[in-house]
């Protein structure tokens, strides 16, 4: 199984929203999760860190709900990206999305020395609100189950209150 | 406002359960959360680092999500310490929880610049399950609503598959 996301949504990004510790490029300390097509699903793999422990050998719910939430709004991304015309790579801007709701369902525990790959599948509620269903497998068991409601990011999120 | 819990469920566990990486006191990269009792509500309280942002000033959602997580497993556990008698500090081993499920409801944009505030209201489904309805505050306003439900550890946490 392939181990890389080849084209990222999250490498097109402008940079003054890529510093996201889930999932921007420029934050040094972050994990760095990168979603892409892989047919007409989406993928984000990501190898956790020895310290990204519940007990030990087994991941801690924290990382496993920011690797949905974020591949969630990756996949909405890449999905309004296309619908617009666009490609990852082509040049174009893509649509950049925040969570409304992430939800996640924890099927068994997940182990913390193989990459964990999440595959989404995306619903269109209307073009600025898209639902991405996710499942997350560690050596292709199923161990996480997620949904995250992804809207545009509105021109006010960087207002406060 | 307070701004430290003094008495926290999570100084109480075993060391082989005190590694997560959100509450777990033996994890040195870890986020530390501690959970206590405030009157009839749990509290955690943390204040997020620089890194921790979506885009510069706001937190992103994987820490807010990672803090209802571990807040509710904690609350959880500190209502059935409680229900068995004991109180944080008086020597007895707390019951441990883990997360079933997570859902987070975005609010508003969370700033990153002050210290968030975890209140929990307990519910017992049945002894060895509770739900945890969760309120993140940050500046005394509502950012982000959650409900976890937590069981207790099952002897088979850590067997694989």
């Known amino acids: 199984m392939e181990e890389n996301v080849q084209k990222a949504i999250q490498d097109e990004y402008p940079d003054e929203f890529a510093w996201c510790y889930g999932c921007g490029r420029l934050n040094e300390a972050g994990h760095h999760f990168r979603t892409g097509w892989h047919g007409d699903k989406t993928r984000t793999i990501y190898r956790p860190l020895p310290e990204h422990m519940a007990i030990p050998g087994f991941v801690y719910g924290g990382l496993i709900a920011s690797l949905i939430d974020c ?5 909405a991304a890449l999905a309004l990206h296309r619908k617009n015309g666009h490609e990852v790579g082509d040049g ?12 996640v369902d924890f ?3 997940t182990p913390n020395d193989v990459a964990l790959i999440a595959v989404g599948t995306i619903h269109e509620v209307h073009p600025k609100k898209w639902k991405i269903e996710t499942e997350v497998f560690a050596n292709d068991t199923l161990c996480a189950r ?8 509105p021109s006010t999120f960087t207002t406060k209150g």
């Open 107 to 109: 099927v068994r525990p």
């Open 71 to 75: 591949h969630g709004t990756g996949s």
């Open 146 to 153: 997620g949904e995250v409601v992804a809207v545009v990011m």
């Open 92 to 103: 174009a801007e893509p649509p950049r999305f925040v969570t409304a709701s992430l939800n």
